[in-house]
């Protein structure tokens, strides 16, 4: 068991989906590439050979785990760099077909925002919205697809919510109209099955740092022949779609992460599912709660809760004080001083996204972490009600 | 000392806010809300020989919104009328230490709830009210013209649950 101490206070941590802890196993096999192991993989001695065959082997673990081609797989610094070279790679390289872009309304803001950019560069971008639970209706993706789309973007799995979309028909859908799919995976590889041949993806974007792998590390998965731009240029590291000198040593912590998780993920989904479950249970019985996203389709570790009458912010920074680490929605909370887009599109008030609270679990989290949680969250619900004009909704 | 965003003073006010709580029979109630962020405060007064006699808030808000609530009631009880109306959310601000820039708006709303608070006692009792009252109020209505519409469910809900509650 491990455990997490802050300032001399054991922390519950609840925010798996903001990042992971880097398995211990990933730091050992991480180690030597910093200081025995440490050559350019681009050089031709036997240092640099050797970083080189460690890159490929973690480029080979990477791919095995989404059933892809070793040469497909595209290391990158983060997901947010594979988002961004997923639409601007592809829009730019496919402009002379068309202008057009459909992506759903709940992406990760790297893709709201890549597709914002790009409508500044003259490209058309269609949101597509989603149900009450985050879900995109592969019908209407048909029914948005243009002469001149050239990328389809749908996540597989929400951040917020945990909503598990159904990329398999979407991707039905744009192999059947010739057009690009890309899905942003950061959530879901390493915590679900994800194969890039069965769901028909010619793009897939992860993260090493939600696996518990090291952060800084991503890869994008390409599919052999589609058309892209890099947004790096220079060396022509990694096949020339990323230039960079290669960070050998957090790509074979990532390289690591995902063996563990395919040794792993299976039973930990079993396991999560059950706490994610118990925990949703537990705090539904809070009056005037709400879930948010899918009580099924729906990430293994991910739970999403709306309280009436109180403000998110104030909630975590009190469940902070009891060493609960946990995130929220709130407008209070994000810099722009707007509520969470996800929770806008799925239909939610803006005053109910006020009151958001996201608790994502993981390796580390135990039984004893869950009943520690369901236990705090009535008490702290309701003195922020008490201290809200809205209240009173009797508890 | 910060507490991460806030400093130990703005989370102690949070922890534990003084004057909080639904007044009974108040002599003026300010509600003014922030239409950026969606934050919500109640301000109650009781006036006694042009004095403030007891204040009390709610807030729906963050922990700034909560602490520079705190912090007003106490920076006014038992200050006269024109002495409570010249504090500033600077005042404010400066009370409590310090507050994050993008935070400073909610000291703002403080300020005008207590506006808003007199203004109503003013008006609810003919009293001439101050041009400087008059033009702040004109102001603080503008801003928050759309504010019941928002919260409207929430209104509409708690006054279901009162009304169920009194059977």
């Keep these: ?395 | 000392m910060k507490y991460g965003l806030y400093t130990k003073k703005v989370m102690k006010y949070f922890k534990n806010p003084k004057n909080m709580g639904r007044m009974k029979n108040p002599d003026g109630v300010g509600k003014v809300g922030n239409q950026i962020c969606g934050d919500v405060m109640w301000l109650y007064i009781k006036v006694r020989n042009n004095r403030i006699a007891d204040i009390k808030f709610e807030t729906f808000g963050c922990v700034a919104a909560i602490a520079t609530s705190s912090m007003i009631t106490e920076l006014v009880k038992g200050k006269t009328i024109e002495r409570a109306l010249k504090i500033t959310k600077e005042d404010i601000v400066k009370s409590l230490g310090s507050l994050p820039k993008i935070k400073i708006h909610c000291s703002v709303l403080a300020a005008d709830a207590l506006n808003e608070a007199v203004y109503d006692y003013m008006s609810k009792n003919k009293h001439p009210i101050p041009k400087y009252l008059q033009e702040r109020h004109e102001r603080i209505q503008k801003e928050t013209e759309n504010l019941e519409e928002i919260h409207k469910d929430y209104i509409d809900l708690e006054k279901k649950i009162w009304k169920v509650g009194k059977k």
């Design chain 1, 1 to 395: 068991m491990l455990y997490f101490i802050v300032n001399s206070m054991r922390i519950i941590y609840m925010d798996y989906a903001a990042t992971t802890p880097v398995d211990v196993r990933v730091i050992k096999a991480m180690k030597p590439y910093f200081t025995d192991k440490f050559g350019n993989s681009m050089s031709l001695y036997s240092l640099g050979q050797e970083a080189k065959m460690a890159l490929e082997q973690s480029r080979s673990a990477v791919a095995e785990l989404m059933n892809a081609k070793t040469n497909e797989i595209i290391f990158t610094g983060s997901a947010t760099e594979g988002n961004n070279l997923a639409l601007k790679g592809i829009a730019f390289a496919n402009r002379e077909k068309g202008k057009h872009i459909i992506v759903s309304s709940v992406e990760h803001d790297c893709v709201m925002e890549s597709a914002h950019w790009l409508e500044k560069q003259g490209f058309d971008v269609t949101f597509l919205p989603v149900d009450k639970y985050g879900l995109v209706d592969p019908a209407i993706v048909e029914s948005s697809i243009r002469k001149d789309t050239i990328l389809i973007s749908v996540m597989h799995a929400n951040n917020e919510i945990g909503t598990i979309e159904p990329i398999k028909e979407i991707g039905e859908v744009a192999h059947e109209h010739d057009i690009y799919f890309h899905t942003d995976a950061a959530q879901s590889f390493g915590k679900i099955p994800f194969d890039v041949k069965k769901t028909n993806v010619d793009l897939a974007t992860a993260s090493a740092h939600k696996m518990y792998g090291p952060k800084g590390v991503g890869a994008i998965y390409v599919r052999e022949g589609v058309k892209i731009d890099p947004l790096l240029h220079g060396g022509g590291h990694e096949f020339g779609l990323r230039s960079s000198t290669v960070n050998v040593a957090g790509i074979v912590g990532f390289g690591e992460a995902v063996k563990i998780a395919k040794k792993e993920m299976k039973a930990e989904a079993v396991r999560l599912t059950k706490f994610r479950d118990r925990l949703i249970k537990n705090v539904l019985k809070i009056e005037g709660s709400h879930l948010n996203g899918h009580p099924v389709k729906r990430l293994p570790n991910n739970s999403n809760f709306s309280f009436d009458f109180i403000e998110g912010e104030g909630l975590i920074l009190q469940l902070d004080m009891k060493g609960i680490a946990a995130s929220t929605g709130s407008a209070c909370s994000s810099a722009s001083l707007e509520p969470s887009h996800v929770l806008l599109a799925i239909g939610l008030k803006h005053e109910q996204a006020h009151g958001s609270l996201r608790l994502s679990i993981g390796k580390y989290t135990s039984a004893n972490d869950i009943d520690y949680v369901s236990r705090v969250l009535p008490g702290d619900v309701k003195r922020l009600r008490e201290i809200s004009p809205f209240k009173k909704a009797r508890e």
